[in-house]
């Protein structure tokens, strides 16, 4: 039987705990990563989390995997890595993905409004100019 996104997102949150922002800022005080898989547009029209490392969804396999030219060094297996992206779907998925690469600490913070909400220091959106 097919997989559906339900399926997927409860097997996803079943595995990735939801942590607020009060946790998610004791972890990063411990030297965890924030990770905003948004995608880049959504960033430079909604801002982004003081601090946070920005990988897309799409592109965080590849940033993932320590065996491809395109590994991104700030992903490590034992680091506590935070995860949000606009509403908190993609981060849990993301989430799961890194568990079944082996990743140990993986956390669900939701969505950048949680962070906002929470009381996360925000750098604002980009400025286009006139």
Known sequence: MPLTVKD????????????DTGKAQELLAQGALLLDVRDTPELERAGRAVGAHHISRGMLEFRADPDLPSYDSELRKDRVIILHCASGGRAALAGKMLKDMGYLHVYNLGGFPDWVNGGGEVVGPADRGM
């Open 8 to 19: 997927m997102m409860a097997a996803a949150n079943a595995v990735v705990e939801r942590i």
